[in-house]
């Protein structure tokens, strides 16, 4: 099966960090834009951040500007979420996905999905 790994997530404090990690099973990160989209129970899924396939060009949604940093590490098959400075309301299950198509919001542009993993801020 072709699909995106999650992992990182967990409990932890108002203002803390935490780092997930996106890998790929069946398929070269590297050849991919991964985006990185979070869901709450009820909502829609909702673009979080995005890199290009080098690296060279990163995208953030506004309510995570300057506290989450996307990067990759292509040699290790990983692309990476910094989330630093955390909010109660960034608890959420959080997913990865590969896309062909540049740096993009756009959920459905993306073809690979992972599982998911559950980040949870305490206040």
């Known amino acids: 099966q072709v699909h995106a790994v999650e992992s990182g997530g967990g409990l932890v404090q108002a203002g803390g960090s935490l780092r997930l990690s996106c890998a790929a099973s069946?398929?070269?990160?590297?050849?991919?834009?991964i985006g990185w989209f979070r869901q709450t129970p009820g909502k829609e899924r909702e673009f979080v951040a995005a890199i290009i396939q080098s690296g060279g060009s990163t995208r953030y949604a506004d309510s995570v500007k300057g506290r989450f940093t996307i990067s990759r590490d292509n040699a290790k098959n990983t692309v990476y979420l910094q989330m630093n400075s955390l909010k109660y309301e960034d608890t959420a299950v959080y997913y990865c996905?590969?896309?062909?198509?540049?740096?993009?919001?756009?959920?459905?542009?993306?073809?690979?999905w992972g599982q998911g993993t559950q980040v949870t801020v305490s206040s």
């Open positions: 996905a590969a896309t062909g198509a540049i740096v993009t919001t756009y959920a459905n542009l993306y073809i690979y």
């Open positions: 069946g398929f070269t990160i590297s050849t991919y834009s």
